[in-house]
C-alpha cells in the first residue's frame, strides 16, 4: 500500500519544480532546503546550494484578494535591496509567486527587542531612510482608506461590531484628509518578526504589503505593533525627524486605523477564525471598541 504524500512533501515538490522551471534558479533547484515556520500566508524555507544561502517564498495563491500586488512587491525589493534595507534579490516572480532572496544570517526580532530605546533609534532611522527613497515606477498606492471599504464590504450585513467600527473609520479618515501628506514607499507591516538583526544593522524584510503610500501610516503601524506609550513613541518620533508638528494631531487617527485594517484582514482571512488567530482578531476587536474616536 502507497502511503499518501505529506503536506511539507507536496510543497517541496512544488517549490523544486518552480525553481527548475526557471532558468536563474535552475542550478538551485537541488540544493538543500529547510522549512521556516511562522507565516499566516505564505510558505518559506532557507536553501543551501552552490556554496550560498537563500531565502525561498511560495506566496498564497489568494494573495491579490488581500490586497498584494506581486508585481509592484518586485519593484519594491529591488529599490529597497539596492538601499540596503532589505536582502538583496536574485530572482521575483510575480506570475509564479517565486521569491529568491540572499539569506540573512541574523536573529528576528521578539517584541522587547522592539521596545528598546537603542533598537527604536535603529528602526526610526531605517524608516526615515525608506521614506526618503525615490519611489521607482512600477510601485502601487497602498490607500488605507480605501483598502478598509474594500474589506468592510466583505464582512456580513447583520456584524454590528463592523459597521460601528465602519463609522468611527470614516471619521477618523475625514480627519486625516490628505493632510498634504507626500507619498514615499512604505513597509506598512512593520512587525517585530519582520526585522532581522545580524549584530551591526537590521533588515526589514516581508514586504508584500508594501508600495507608494502615506508615511504617517508607516509610522503609526510600528508604534501600534508594539504599543508604544509617550514616552517611547517620543524617542521614536525624535529619531525618526520626518513628523511635521501637524501631523501630530493626526497620529492617533492613524494608530487607530492600521489596527482597524488589521482587524478587517484577520475578518477576511480567517472568516471563521479558532486559536490565536481568533484571539487576536477578539483583541483588536475590543481595542478598537474601547477607543473614543
Known amino acids: 500500500m502507497v502511503e499518501p504524500a505529506t503536506t511539507i512533501d507536496v510543497d517541496e515538490?512544488?517549490?523544486?519544480?518552480?525553481?527548475?522551471?526557471?532558468?536563474?534558479?535552475?542550478?538551485?533547484?537541488?540544493?538543500?532546503?529547510?522549512?521556516?515556520?511562522?507565516?499566516?500566508?505564505?510558505?518559506a524555507w532557507r536553501l543551501d546550494a552552490n556554496g550560498a544561502r537563500w531565502f525561498v517564498r511560495?506566496?498564497?495563491?489568494?494573495?491579490?484578494?488581500?490586497?498584494?500586488?506581486?508585481?509592484?512587491?518586485?519593484?519594491?525589493?529591488?529599490?529597497?535591496?539596492?538601499?540596503?534595507?532589505?536582502?538583496?534579490?536574485?530572482?521575483?516572480?510575480?506570475?509564479?509567486?517565486?521569491?529568491?532572496?540572499?539569506?540573512?544570517?541574523g536573529r528576528t526580532w521578539n517584541a522587547s527587542d522592539a521596545r528598546s530605546l537603542g533598537n527604536l533609534r535603529r528602526v526610526a532611522a531605517s524608516?526615515?531612510?525608506?521614506?526618503?527613497?525615490?519611489?521607482?515606477?512600477g510601485v502601487h498606492e497602498v490607500d488605507y482608506g480605501r483598502q478598509a471599504r474594500r474589506l468592510a464590504a466583505g464582512l456580513p450585513a447583520n456584524d454590528?461590531?463592523?459597521?460601528e467600527l465602519a463609522e468611527r473609520a470614516a471619521a477618523a479618515f475625514a480627519r486625516i484628509g490628505d493632510g498634504g501628506y507626500a507619498t514615499t514607499l512604505c513597509h506598512n507591516d512593520l512587525h517585530h518578526l519582520n526585522v532581522l538583526d545580524d549584530g551591526s544593522r537590521i533588515w526589514m524584510v516581508d514586504w508584500e504589503y508594501g508600495g507608494r503610500g502615506n508615511p504617517l501610516f508607516d509610522v503609526a503601524s510600528f508604534l501600534t505593533l508594539h504599543d508604544l506609550g509617550p514616552d517611547p513613541t517620543e524617542a521614536f518620533l525624535e529619531s525618526y525627524g520626518r513628523l511635521r508638528t501637524a501631523d501630530r494631531t493626526h497620529l492617533d487617527d492613524a494608530r487607530w486605523l492600521f489596527d482597524y485594517v488589521q482587524w478587517?484582514?484577520?475578518?477576511?482571512?480567517?472568516?471563521?477564525?479558532?486559536?490565536?488567530?481568533?484571539?487576536?482578531?477578539?483583541?483588536?476587536?475590543?481595542?478598537?471598541?474601547?477607543?473614543?474616536?
Open 127 to 137: 524608516l526615515r531612510r525608506l521614506h526618503e527613497l525615490p519611489v521607482p515606477d
Open 264 to 293: 478587517l484582514w484577520y475578518r477576511s482571512r480567517f472568516p471563521d477564525p479558532v486559536g490565536d488567530e481568533a484571539w487576536y482578531a477578539e483583541r483588536l476587536a475590543q481595542r478598537l471598541l474601547r477607543c473614543n474616536n
Open 160 to 163: 454590528a461590531a463592523g459597521a
Open 58 to 105: 511560495l506566496g498564497h495563491p489568494q494573495a491579490a484578494r488581500l490586497g498584494v500586488d506581486r508585481r509592484s512587491e518586485c519593484a519594491v525589493l529591488r529599490a529597497v535591496a539596492a538601499a540596503g534595507l532589505a536582502p538583496s534579490v536574485h530572482v521575483c516572480e510575480p506570475a509564479e509567486g517565486l521569491l529568491v532572496t540572499h539569506f540573512i544570517e
Open 13 to 43: 515538490r512544488e517549490l523544486r519544480a518552480k525553481l527548475r522551471a526557471c532558468a536563474a534558479t535552475r542550478p538551485l533547484a537541488d540544493g538543500r532546503v529547510r522549512r521556516i515556520e511562522g507565516g499566516l500566508s505564505n510558505r
